[in-house]
Each structure stands twice: as structure tokens, then as C-alpha cells.
């Protein structure tokens, strides 16, 4: 049966389907209108998320009916302009719950005059084909040795709602954090993009550094600057540490010369000093693009330890592809650089033997001073996603991954472009 009264946190995940039964998409948040009389909000509509990991909005009037895991549209034809929000608009998952408001209700005297916060959302769908919010979940007081207690109010009885309210900084955000919650850091980089700025600075505050630092790599250099520049000095240089050297340089070159070097003065030297490094080379060259800290072993090492160190799951696949062979030391720069061993290669030998003998010596080496015209040609040539980087003193600087090569390659607008059909 078609429900008339519902919560958008229930909503959230829900599959979407036309009326033909084929899917659209998951519902990833609402968006009302919220007004200044402390009127029941109006739901415009959903946004839903496409299978391509795109976020569209679908009108409310679309809607023929919610029922317990599914939201049918009477129309299976939907624009797939991305989902932006318009003034006036507030997103009810994203903007309002766990806002912090007060509750005037004479059944509720314990939460007279207390900040309380908001839970979920109730909407409503009126006697016309409209839908108001008209409930307002709260979280009481916690109680010693229980949880916090639920309270559902009328809307009417919710004071600190207001478009201007809403907006004030220092709001909660449980609610998206756990939205993120095994999501690729490219996907979370591109809902952090379609929030207010406001709510986008509380996320990156409430996200751990390498959590953040992850998810900052996947935003554009300008998107990245912005952000740095809402934390504190001390927590930005904590960032850095926790990104990959060579996106901390990237970041860094984008910044006036004198507070990049604060910056770095601030880092823990042992994770500035391969960032210094790789800002002396030129951001579209081999030695600007490549990452310091590849996997990096001796000849002594066996074919079992050399397959452990791939399967570090903070690899990504292009780093995991291939390991290099050097002399003592292994930390970039290094000894001399004798080979690569490919994983294929070790996949196919047995545990005990050695990576030195079965490494292959005869592939090309990038110099840190090729332009990326040269290192993708470089990569179209062998057939490869990663490749080493040698001095003139054949020791080894890091690796050039393809991954790194098509973040440079592309517009700088990539990111915004509409997808074709």
C-alpha cells in the first residue's frame, strides 16, 4: 500500500522506478523549501542517484507512490541534468538533519529552553498532490546509561529552522558522514562538491585526516585551495602528511610561496622533505608527476614478500602492478636501480625465489625532467600503467603511474563536463 506519510531518512536508498518497473536510481536525498513564517516546508522534490554515479533531481509530482522499499514515478522519462540546488532550497539529509534547534511543546517540558537536535524529517502528502514536512524527530537528553530519547513534534513547535539558521556554522553532520561510509573517495569528493560551502567545510572538519586527505586528492586544485584555507593552520599541514606526496606538492604549487613554506615548516620532516623534493620539478614533467614512495625492494627479497608488499591495500592497482629493484638504500633517492619485476611475472614463480633474479632489466626509464607528452607516450609504447624514474646517476626517484598522467592530461574542468549519451 502507497504511503501518505513517511521519513526522508527511510527514504534515503530507496530504489526509484518508472512506471514500467525498470530503475532509475537510488533516492539520496529531498529538497524542500523551507519559508521564514515557520510554515510547513514544501518538498520540491528528490535527488536521486544514477547508476553512473550521477545525481539528477525528480520533481515530487513524479511520485505515484512510496511503498516499503521502493518509490514509483509515473514517468520513466527524467532529465539527466546534473542536480543543482536553487535558492530557497534546503536538501533535508544533507542541510537540516542533525541541525540544532529548540522545541516549544507543552507535552515536552524537559526540552523547554534546551538545544536539541535534529533527527529525521516527517513529510506529509496533502489533500492536493503535494507533500509538506510536518514532523520533526529530535534527540533528547541522554540519559545516564541510555540512549538519547526520540521525540516526534509538529513543525510548528521547532524554532531555529530558518534558511538563516540553517546556515550558521558549527551544525552536526552524523548524518552524512554515515552516507559516506563505504564510498569510493572519488564519489565522496563529488557529493562534497554539490554541498552548500558551508556544510562542505563541517564535513572536511569532521572527517579524519586520511579519510579527508583522500577525498581531497579526487577535488580540483582550485576546490582543493578553498577548502585548505577553511582549517586551521595546524590541521591543514596534517592533511598534507596524510596525502600522497606528490598531490601534497601539487597542492602545495598551488599556493603563494610563503604559505606553502609555513606549511611545510609545520609537517613532520620526514614527510616534507619527499614534498620538497618533488616541488624543484616542474608539475608537467615525469619528476613533478611521479609519487616518491613506490614499491621499492632489494634483490635479496623473495618472491612471497615481494607479492605481501603488493597486496597493501593503500596501493592503488597502478602501484601494485609492478615492483623496483635497487641497491641499498630503498628510500627514494635510492642505490642504483637495476630492474622492475611485473606482478604477472611474480604470480608465475615459485614463493622462496628471488625478485633479483627474475626482474627485468631491459625496460626503458623516464628522466624527471620529460615532459607528459614523453611519459604517456612512454606508457602507449610498453603497455604499461606505471614506470620508473631514474637520475643521471641511475638512482631511482619514484614512479610515474598512468592514473597521474590522465589527472594532468585532462581539462581542468573534467570533473564538470556533462556526460554524452
Not at 541541525?99 to 506529509?124: C, M, R
Not at 552516507?179 to 562534497?192: I, K, N, S, Y
Not at 583522500?214 to 586551521?232: G, I
Request: hydrophobic share 40%; net charge negative; aromatic share 4%.
Amino acid at each position: 500500500m502507497a504511503a501518505t506519510r513517511v521519513y526522508v531518512a527511510r527514504l534515503a536508498g530507496l530504489v526509484v522506478l518508472g512506471p514500467d518497473g525498470e530503475s532509475i536510481g537510488r533516492i539520496r536525498d529531498v529538497v524542500v523549501a523551507i519559508r521564514y513564517d515557520r510554515q510547513q516546508p514544501r518538498v520540491h522534490g528528490l535527488v536521486v542517484e544514477l547508476f553512473t554515479r550521477r545525481r539528477i533531481f525528480v520533481p515530487i509530482l513524479r511520485v505515484t507512490a512510496i511503498e516499503p522499499g521502493v518509490v514509483t514515478l509515473n514517468t520513466g522519462t527524467v532529465s539527466l541534468r546534473r542536480f543543482t540546488q536553487r535558492p530557497g532550497e534546503m536538501l533535508a539529509l544533507a542541510q537540516i538533519v542533525d541541525s540544532t534547534v529548540q522545541v516549544e511543546d507543552p507535552d515536552l517540558p524537559d526540552l523547554a529552553g534546551v538545544d536539541v537536535h535534529v533527527a529525521d524529517l516527517g513529510i506529509e502528502q496533502a489533500r492536493g498532490r503535494d507533500w509538506l514536512v510536518t514532523r520533526v524527530a529530535v534527540r533528547g537528553h541522554r540519559r545516564l546509561g541510555r540512549r538519547r530519547t526520540i521525540h516526534v513534534v509538529q513543525w510548528s513547535a521547532v524554532s531555529g529552522l530558518t534558511p538563516y539558521e540553517i546556515s550558521r556554522p558549527g551544525q552536526h553532520v552524523t548524518q552524512l558522514l554515515e552516507q559516506f561510509e563505504g564510498m569510493r573517495p572519488a564519489d565522496v569528493a563529488q557529493l562534497l562538491r554539490e554541498l552548500p560551502e558551508k556544510r562542505r567545510v563541517e564535513v572536511a572538519i569532521a572527517l579524519d585526516d586520511e579519510r579527508l586527505a583522500d577525498v581531497v586528492q579526487e577535488l580540483p586544485d582550485d576546490e582543493q585551495v578553498e577548502l585548505l584555507s577553511h582549517l586551521e593552520v595546524r590541521r591543514a599541514a596534517d592533511l598534507l602528511e596524510a596525502m600522497d606526496p606528490d598531490d601534497a606538492a601539487d597542492l602545495l604549487g598551488e599556493l603563494p610561496e610563503g604559505e606553502a613554506e609555513s606549511l611545510l615548516a609545520l609537517m613532520d620532516p620526514q614527510e616534507s622533505e619527499p614534498v620538497r623534493r618533488l616541488l624543484e620539478h616542474s608539475p608537467y614533467s615525469a619528476g613533478g608527476l611521479m609519487t616518491p614512495k613506490p614499491v621499492i625492494l632489494t634483490p635479496s627479497t623473495t618472491v612471497a614478500e615481494a607479492l605481501a608488499r603488493v597486496r597493501n591495500p593503500d596501493l592503488t592497482p597502478a602501484l601494485a602492478s609492478m615492483v623496483f629493484v635497487v641497491r641499498p638504500p630503498t628510500a627514494t633517492p635510492t642505490g642504483r636501480y637495476l630492474g622492475t619485476v611485473h606482478i604477472q611475472q611474480l604470480l608465475r614463480e615459485p614463493p622462496a625465489h628471488l625478485v633479483g633474479g627474475i626482474m627485468d632489466t631491459d625496460l626503458s626509464t623516464l628522466r624527471p625532467e620529460l615532459p607528459l607528452t614523453a611519459v604517456t607516450r612512454y606508457f602507449a609504447t610498453y603497455n604499461l600503467v606505471c614506470g620508473p624514474v631514474v637520475d643521471e646517476e641511475n638512482h631511482l626517484l619514484g614512479a610515474v603511474t598512468v592514473d597521474d598522467a590522465l589527472d594532468h592530461l585532462l581539462p581542468e574542468d573534467w570533473r564538470d563536463q556533462e556526460e554524452t549519451a
